[in-house]
C-alpha cells in the first residue's frame, strides 16, 4: 500500500478501535491502510491516556 496521510476522521476510527482492543494488524485491514502506517501513528500519539487523536 501507498504511503497517504491520515484524516481526522481516520485518527478517530483508530481511536474507537484501539477503545474496543482491536489489533494493529486488524485496525490497517479494517481502514485500508498499512499496519505500519497504524503503528507508527499509535506510538507518535500515544499519551498516558492512550491514543489522542485531537492531538495528531
Given at each position: 500500500m501507498k504511503y497517504q496521510q491520515l484524516t481526522e476522521g481516520l485518527r478517530y476510527q483508530i481511536a474507537l478501535l484501539c477503545e474496543d482492543k482491536v489489533s494493529q494488524a486488524e485496525i490497517g485491514r479494517r481502514l485500508g491502510v498499512c499496519k505500519s502506517t497504524d503503528s507508527w501513528e499509535l506510538r507518535?500519539?500515544?499519551?498516558?491516556?492512550?491514543?489522542?487523536?485531537?492531538?495528531?
Open positions: 507518535r500519539n500515544r499519551s498516558v491516556d492512550g491514543y489522542q487523536p485531537a492531538v495528531a
